[in-house]
C-alpha cells in the first residue's frame, strides 16, 4: 500500500505540470489585455506599453511560462494584478470558506444519497422508488443557479427563515451547500438504488433470507456494503465536480470563497490568480481521487493496488 502511495503522489507531478500549461495558455487566449484594465480606458499606449513591460506581458509566451513555472517550483504564486498582493495570501483567505461549503454539500448528498437510495432499491416499485427516480431527475436536470435562486425566494425572502447570502453563522452555509449538493443527492440516490437492486438478486443474499436473518442484518451486512464500493467512486468522483459548481454557488450566494475570487479574476484578467487557482482544483481532486481508492480497498479486500 505505501509503495501504491508514493508511486500516485509521484505521478502528481506531470498531471499538474501539464495543467499548469494548459492553464497559462487558456487564460491568455481570454479576450482583452490586463495592461489596458490596470491603467484605464484613458490611458495612453506609452502607459500600456510600460505596464506589459514591467508584468513581461511583452515577452514571448514560452519564455513567461518558463518564469511562472520557476516561480511556482519556489512556492512564490505570484502577485495579483488587480490587488497587488501576493497570491497565496488571497488564496489562503478565500480557501476556508470554500472547503467549509464542500464539506456541508459533500455531506449532505453522502448521507441523503446513500438513505434515499438504499430506500427506492429496498423498496423497489413502491412510492419511495417512484419519489426518489422522479427527484433524482429533477435534480440532475436543474440548473444550480436557478436552484438558489429559488430557494433563496423561498426561504429568505417569502418565509425569512435563513439568510439569502454571505458568511457568517451556520445558518448561512445551509442554502448555498443545499444547492451544491442536488445533483450529488441525485447521481448517488440513482446509483445506490441501482446496485441494491442487483446484489437483492444474488445467491448470497437469497441464502441470508433462507436463513431466516433478520431484515436490517440482510440489509446492512450483505447489500449495504457491497452496494457502496461503486457508490464510493461516484462520490469521489461527485466531490471533485463539487470543486468546480461551487463557483456558480458563491456567485449567487455572495459566499467569499475561491470560486468567486476565481470569477472576478477571470473578470479583471488576473493570470496569476486564476493560474494558481485552477492549479489547487486540480491538486485538490488528485488528492480526493487517492483517498476514494485506498477507501475502496478497505471496503472490499479483494481489490488489491499493487
Same mark, same amino acid.
Given at each position: ?33 490586463? =495592461?489596458? #484594465? ?11 506599453? %510600460? /505596464?506589459? &513591460?514591467? +508584468? @513581461?506581458? !511583452? ?120 444547492? =451544491?449538493? #442536488? ?11 441501482? %446496485? /441494491?437492486? &442487483?446484489? +437483492? @438478486?444474488? !445467491? ?103
Amino acid at each position: 500500500m505505501g509503495r501504491y502511495v508514493a508511486r500516485r503522489i509521484l505521478q502528481l507531478v506531470p498531471t499538474l505540470l501539464a495543467v499548469s500549461f494548459l492553464i497559462f495558455l487558456m487564460v491568455r487566449l481570454i479576450p482583452g489585455d490586463p =495592461a489596458l #484594465l490596470i491603467a484605464g480606458e484613458n490611458a495612453t499606449p506609452e502607459l500600456v506599453a %510600460s /505596464i506589459r &513591460e514591467r +508584468l @513581461g506581458l !511583452d515577452r514571448p509566451l514560452f519564455v513567461q511560462y518558463a518564469t511562472y513555472l520557476g516561480h511556482l517550483l519556489r512556492g512564490d504564486l505570484g502577485t495579483s494584478l488587480r490587488t497587488h498582493r501576493p497570491v497565496a495570501e488571497e488564496v489562503a483567505a478565500r480557501l476556508p470558506a470554500t472547503l467549509q461549503l464542500a464539506v456541508a454539500a459533500g455531506l449532505i448528498f453522502t448521507v441523503l444519497g446513500v438513505l434515499l437510495g438504499v430506500a427506492a432499491g429496498i423498496r423497489r416499485g413502491h412510492w419511495p422508488d417512484h419519489l426518489v427516480r422522479v427527484l433524482s431527475l429533477v435534480g440532475v436536470s436543474s440548473p444550480g443557479f436557478w436552484i438558489g435562486i429559488l430557494l433563496m425566494l423561498t426561504f429568505s425572502l417569502q418565509l425569512r427563515l435563513l439568510p439569502a447570502a454571505g458568511r457568517g453563522t451556520l445558518a448561512h452555509v445551509v442554502l448555498p451547500a443545499v444547492t =451544491a449538493s #442536488l445533483v450529488g443527492i441525485a447521481l448517488v440516490a440513482r446509483l445506490v438504488r441501482t %446496485s /441494491i437492486i &442487483e446484489i +437483492l @438478486g444474488e !445467491d448470497y443474499v437469497r441464502t441470508a433470507w433462507a436463513k431466516g436473518l433478520a431484515r436490517p442484518a440482510v440489509v446492512y451486512r450483505h447489500v449495504l456494503l457491497n452496494a457502496l464500493i461503486p457508490a464510493v467512486t461516484i462520490l469521489g468522483l461527485e466531490f471533485g465536480a463539487l470543486l468546480g459548481g461551487l463557483v456558480v454557488v458563491e456567485s449567487v450566494f455572495a459566499w467569499p470563497g475561491t470560486g468567486k475570487l476565481l470569477i472576478d479574476a477571470i473578470r479583471m484578467r488576473d493570470y496569476p490568480v486564476v493560474q494558481s487557482l485552477v492549479l489547487l482544483f486540480a491538486f485538490m481532486l488528485a488528492i480526493v481521487n487517492l483517498l476514494i481508492d485506498l477507501l475502496c480497498g478497505l471496503l472490499d479486500p479483494r481489490i488489491r493496488h499493487e
